[in-house]
């Protein structure tokens, strides 16, 4: 990618651009650019962060003997990349204390359900929670999810050392991802924004968001209300 200093600006940018809404006014248009060149900003704001999450140095090596259930069988922690390199794993809120799973977890595999034979082009997916595998079966059967790869954390070991587990022994959601290079295993990344990161009057969220439910209602006058949350069932 081009370095910044050698990109146009946001707002030369903005300014060819040709949209124009039917029957808009002045007003809009002038309003409409001036944002427009803050979102090619945010776009490419995006870019250099994730530019600098690529060059990070190598994480922590995985040295836990995690265990693991899934449609297959049993396997290890290395047996969650399949044939690829690089592993994502999310932390499912769905321990076995739980009546019913986490809604805003649901929420959000609920649209990677169907991305999950997408995603699986690129790298490894695994969907981990403490409840056992036909507990998270039945679950999924129950919302139609047919492609996002389940497994349950046989020990919680896994679970506790990447902090899907809170103090009290309850379930918190995780986002990880690992790589296998050279014949090691690594940890690369992990979603750190919580409470502590937090801004006023928002809840913890991370950047970009995870859940493509937030990306639509950013987009709408209403946004994310800050009293409302997906729920398992209307």
Not at 125 to 141: E, G, H, K, T
Not at 155 to 162: I, L, M, N, V, W
Not at 193 to 204: F, K, L, N, V
Request: proline share 7%.
């Amino acid at each position: 990618m081009h370095s910044d200093q050698m990109l146009a600006s946001a707002t030369e940018l903005a300014n060819r651009n040709h949209y124009r809404m039917p029957n808009e006014s002045a007003e809009y248009r002038a309003a409409r650019n001036l944002l427009l060149a803050e979102e090619i900003d945010l776009r490419r704001h995006i870019e250099r962060v994730a530019q600098q999450r690529r060059a990070l140095p190598p994480g922590g090596p995985v040295i836990g003997d995690y265990r693991f259930e899934g449609a297959q069988g049993l396997v290890d922690f290395e047996g969650l990349f399949g044939d690829r390199q690089t592993l994502v794993v999310y932390s499912y809120m769905f321990g076995p204390q739980r009546e019913r799973p986490c809604p805003m977890c649901t929420s959000l595999l609920s649209a990677w359900n169907g991305e999950a034979r997408d995603i699986q082009q690129r790298v490894a997916l695994a969907v981990v929670a403490r409840s056992p595998l036909p507990r998270l079966q039945a679950f999924a059967r129950e919302r139609g999810w047919r492609d996002l790869p389940l497994y349950c954390d046989l020990t919680g070991d896994y679970s506790r050392d990447y902090h899907a587990l809170t103090d009290d022994g309850g379930d918190d959601a995780a986002f990880h991802v690992f790589t296998r290079r050279d014949g090691t295993v690594r940890h690369f990344w992990a979603g750190e924004m919580g409470m502590e990161t937090a801004d006023p009057g928002q809840d913890p969220r991370g950047a970009p968001d995870l859940m493509p439910l937030w990306t639509v209602l950013d987009s709408t006058p209403e946004g994310r209300a800050p009293d409302w949350y997906p729920k398992l069932d209307y």
